[in-house]
């Protein structure tokens, strides 16, 4: 969601009425217009059964050490689901009342009692002592899921006081019984999966048009540090260093595919040629055309100003085969409008594609997931259809920005434990003049209303985080282990520091808790607040986006410490990089940029869908 909506202001005056559109009343007669009845085609609402499944899925869905074996305690779980409907019946009786008995009480009953102090879904009790030296990798898959199945009675309580229905036990059963199995089939199929010798990591990356050449500068130059040390042996080397996923909407979804792309053998140099030439060599003509029409079709057949046939060309032809069996994957994220909800599509989830699809069918349906994410509302037509194991899922789909401009909770349910958030926007609002007329306060409206879901939803990756980390512990604390064991100290990595990269001074940060200080950190990278120019709505000129790609160079090399320590890449060769000078960086980039003239070389400033 960017500026220059201008013509959303004159769709609404159009569509007032005929030749009176141009009359203020006419169109405050149109806003305060009330609803008409609802039409035979509304949509049906998510039959509850499948919002118990994600419910159950969304706490399931983690990185554990042994998948094949979480896996099968999520499906006997799915199975026997009795504690999970006693707990979520029990907060739901004394929902505004004391519901700790629920958990522990003293006819041992409650949940706690139930699961982590009995053997529950084939979960063993500990039965060794908890040696820091040498953890049992059972032990603490365990504890992990004990933890994560806890969260499921609490949701299922919240589901049913939002419903104001009661839910049925078969329907809550059936609901556990197949999120429990999704949970299952997708941790068992994914590439990563968590080692105690180094962090699971991530990116995620933000929306924000051409803009995106900040973020793509960042990680140009993040992926030119692995690119020089990766696959060598220490002291010199950092061995197997990498990203294992990256979450974008928008033009991050375009960006993560690239790091997606960079870590399939054989593609890393190709990886941030890409990445620089769409980030710094591409003008409007190469990423679509116009629906030139009559303005007053908006109100008819025409749904967007733009088609995105250039971008659907651009991944066609670098999405590999490879990519989609490769260690990293790849979660894009867009929104249905018809329905309102957040889907994000992950190029090694089960629950993604058909079975049996061919990477050809994988490869369009990872497409179109990228092209739904960018498409935004009235400025470009939406995408109608996204990739499931059920078939094609039909839809209205739209930019993932409306609702998950900065998905960092992607990251955190599917069990990132070090992670880089880059955004296209400053920690606040930049400021703006005094609007002079309606236009402008439309304009500055949109702006502060798609800066706050980043904020509210950042913050929440941040509380889930802490909080799964926390349940975490508290599970392994009362299956009897040692302080030192609970909070994961000696375990493989460790954070060389835990002070300010844990978390920015805005946002929570899992260094407040020292229980969980060593299980999650995150760092932040906003668009430094310079004055560079910006890039609104669809407009792509190298004269802006090269001095943003620049700038995102410049950034990482300023944080490249913070970072290094943070995905813990370690070795000579990755220090060297950062103790560069930043000039000389910086020059470095610049050097590689081709000038606007060529970007623009037999290229039309505009293409309508009819050419």
């Known amino acids: ?32 217009a009330p609803d008409s009845p609802a039409p035979k085609d509304l949509p049906i609402r998510v039959p509850a059964v499948e919002r118990v499944a994600g419910l159950t899925r969304a706490q399931l869905m983690d990185s554990y050490l042994d998948p094949a074996r979480a896996g099968a305690w999520m499906e006997a779980l799915g199975a026997s689901p009795e504690a999970v409907l006693d707990m979520t019946g029990c907060l739901v009786k004394h929902a505004g009342n004391d519901t700790a008995s629920c958990y522990e009480n003293a006819e041992r009953m409650g949940y706690v009692d139930r699961t982590v102090k009995a053997s529950a879904w084939s979960v063993p009790l500990p039965v060794q002592s ?5 953890p049992s990798d059972e032990e603490v898959d365990a504890q992990r899921f004990l933890s994560n199945a806890m969260g499921i009675g609490p949701s299922l309580a919240a589901l049913q006081q939002s419903l104001e229905v009661p839910l049925s036990r078969d329907v809550l059963a059936q609901g556990i019984q197949r999120g429990a199995a999704s949970a299952a089939a997708y941790v068992r199929a994914r590439s990563w999966k968590r080692d105690l010798k180094r962090p699971s990591t991530a990116v995620v990356l933000s929306g924000g048009g051409a803009n995106g050449a900040f973020s793509a500068g960042a990680m140009w130059r993040l992926l030119g540090i692995l690119e020089q040390c990766r696959g060598k042996p220490a002291p010199e080397g950092c061995g197997d260093a990498r990203i294992d996923l990256a979450a974008g909407t928008s033009t991050g979804a375009l960006i993560s595919t690239l790091v997606d792309l960079f870590h399939t053998p054989g ?15 591409t003008v409007e003509s190469d990423l679509y ?14 749904r967007g100003l733009v088609k995105f046939d250039g971008i659907y060309k651009k991944l066609d032809a670098f999405i590999k085969d490879e990519q989609l069996h490769n260690g990293t994957e790849l979660v894009s994220v867009s929104v249905d409008f018809q329905t309102g909800d957040v889907f994000s599509v992950s190029d090694q989830d ?51 920005g409306v609702r998950s401009g900065l998905p960092l909770l992607q990251a955190v ?21 005094d609007p002079k007329n309606a236009v402008s306060v439309l304009m500055r409206t949109i702006d502060l209303f798609v800066a706050q879901p980043r904020v509210g939803e950042v913050q929440q990756a941040e509380l889930l985080a802490v909080a799964r980390r926390l349940g975490e512990y508290n599970v392994c604390v009362l299956r009897g282990a040692t302080e030192d064991f609970c909070r994961r100290k000696g375990l493989g990595f460790q954070p060389r520091t835990v002070g300010p990269g844990a978390g920015q ?12 200080a060593s299980s999650w950190r995150s760092a932040w990278m906003f668009k430094p607040e310079t004055g560079l120019a910006t890039a609104s709505g669809y407009s792509f000129t190298p004269e802006v986006m090269q001095p943003l790609f ?6 990482m090399q300023k944080r490249c410490a913070e970072v290094l320590s943070l995905f813990d890449i370690q070795g000579t060769l990755a220090a060297n990089e950062c103790a560069r000078q930043l000039v000389e960086v910086a020059d470095e980039a610049r050097a590689a940029l081709p000038s606007a003239a060529q970007c623009r070389e037999d290229k039309p400033e505009r293409r309508t869908c009819e050419d």
Not at 4 to 12: E, G, I, K, V
Not at 268 to 279: F, P, S, V
Not at 289 to 302: E, G
Not at 413 to 433: D, F, H, K, M, W
Request: aromatic share 8%.
């Open 550 to 555: 620049v700038a995102g160079v410049e950034s």
């Open 413 to 433: 349910q599917r069990g990132a434990e070090r992670v880089l958030v880059i955004s296209t926007g400053g920690v606040n609002p930049s400021p703006a003049t």
């Open 350 to 400: 089960p629950a993604d594609f058909k079975p049996g699809a061919t990477d050809k069918q994988r490869r369009g349906g990872m497409t179109n997931a990228i092209v739904a994410s960018i498409a935004e509302p009235v400025l470009s037509n939406p995408v109608g259809r996204l990739p499931s194991a059920a078939g094609d899922r039909t839809g209205t789909y739209y930019d993932g």
């Open 289 to 302: 055309c116009v629906n030139s029409t009559w303005l007053w079709n908006l109100a008819d057949d025409t």
């Open 1 to 32: 969601m960017r500026r220059h909506l201008t013509p959303l202001l004159m769709f609404l005056a159009a569509t007032a009425s005929g030749c009176s559109f141009l009359r203020t009343d006419t169109l405050l007669d149109t806003v305060n």
């Open 267 to 281: 593609q890393e140099a190709n990886a941030r040629r890409l990445l620089m030439g769409n980030y710094t060599c």
């Open 130 to 134: 908890f040696s820091v030296a040498a």
């Open 505 to 516: 001074a805005v946002w929570m940060g899992s260094a407040r808790f020292d229980q969980v």
